[in-house]
């Protein structure tokens, strides 16, 4: 009969949770001194802050108030968030009009979730439905002024659902538009090639806000006289643009890392210019460039918070706008943590998202 105390140990699967628990410690964060003290430094930090802020956050704030005079002075006054929330989310949308902006945040879910999920079908009807139906929708519901519909000028959209706008109508149309600008940036032709670099130098040369001065103030000199474009039609232009030249450049790399035996072997096979892009060349470099897109799509995400320099109102300058009411004031603390919250948790969310199609991609190499 074997000794017991030779006998191998047990099988990973069949371990406690308990002793699996500890080998992944001993492994991960004590297998030496100094990750140990690295990681009990983190932790010490982690507590500290959690300390700190929790009964600030929760504890000892207060829910509800019609005014700041109605919070303790030891919490978070988030009487002022519910209160002013239907102004953060619409901004100065009709009240009765409401249900119009629901139903475009309806319509935004359900294209993000066809076209993100990858079990649902139809990636290119999705495609077209984000890129051309729920810009054409959304456009046309929340502004109105047909069929009994209210006309509802851009002017008194804001809050949330002027960020979103801005953000999805960039994200959508400046991926596209880099594509060709890589594209053309590659061209043997040389006045192509050369108003592409231009066009790209320029946008990354500048600030951000001085291309929406640019869109808002010195565009329309250009149209014809007495014709007044839409703000709002304006900044989101500038946003696609300027977002498409860092585009470019991250498309451009993709396609720099293919080696040059796939253009050989498409040109074989008696592919055109075209044909090669689109089913061989493009599929590949979108492949090695999510990362770089995706932290490109995250920085648009933040950058339509300018908007408010050329008086838009999107999320952020909503919330300014809350805090300088008279009853609220002094409520900037919570208001702008609610403001770094959503914007954290898109971010998050796409950085998430980001991951897991480069993993779906890995598996797909692997088998």
């Given amino acids: 009969m074997p000794n017991a105390g030779n006998a191998p140990p047990a099988p990973a699967s069949t371990a406690l949770p308990a002793s699996r628990i500890t080998v992944w410690l001993r492994r991960r964060i004590f297998s030496s ?47 002022f968030v519910v209160t002013k929330a239907p102004q953060f989310i619409y901004g100065f949308y009709p009240p009765m009009e409401r249900w119009r902006p629901n139903i475009a945040f309806t319509l935004l879910i359900v294209g993000l979730a066809w076209l993100m999920v990858p079990r649902i079908p139809g990636k290119t009807y999705a495609g077209f439905f984000m890129a051309v139906v729920l810009p054409l929708t959304t456009y046309v519901l929340l502004r109105g002024g047909f069929t009994g519909l209210p006309l509802v000028p851009s002017d008194q959209w804001g809050g949330l659902l002027l960020t979103l706008i801005l953000a999805v109508s960039g994200i959508t149309f400046s991926l596209p538009v880099g594509v060709l600008f890589a594209l053309g940036r590659r061209s043997r032709l040389p006045l192509i090639r050369w108003f592409c670099i231009g066009f790209i130098e320029l946008c990354r040369g500048v600030p951000f806000v001085t291309v929406l001065f640019m869109a808002i103030v010195m565009l329309p000199f250009f149209l014809p006289l007495g014709m007044k474009p839409d703000p709002l039609a304006l900044a989101v232009i500038g946003i696609i643009f300027y977002e498409a030249a860092y585009m470019a450049e991250v498309v451009r790399g993709g396609l720099q890392a293919l080696p040059k035996g796939q253009y050989e072997a498409a040109m074989a096979l008696g592919f055109g210019y075209w044909r090669t892009m689109l089913h061989i060349i493009l599929p590949q470099a979108v492949r090695k460039v999510v990362p770089g897109v995706v932290n490109t799509t995250i920085s648009l995400l933040k950058n339509t918070t ?8 999107d999320l952020l300058n909503i919330v300014s706008a809350g805090v300088s009411d008279p009853l609220w004031a002094g409520s900037q603390a919570e208001g702008y943590f609610i403001v770094g919250l959503v914007f954290w948790l898109m971010s998050f969310g796409l950085s998430c998202y980001s991951r897991a199609i480069e993993a779906g991609f890995a598996r797909a190499e692997r088998s």
Avoid: H, K, Y
């Fill in 33 to 79: 001194r100094r990750d140990a003290i690295l990681s009990l430094t983190v932790v010490v930090l982690l507590a500290a802050a959690v300390w700190a802020t929790v009964p600030w956050v929760l504890v000892n704030a207060t829910w509800s108030g019609a005014s700041r005079a109605d919070c303790t002075q030891e919490g978070a006054c988030w009487a």
């Fill in 306 to 313: 300018l908007v408010m320099v050329v008086g838009l109102f």
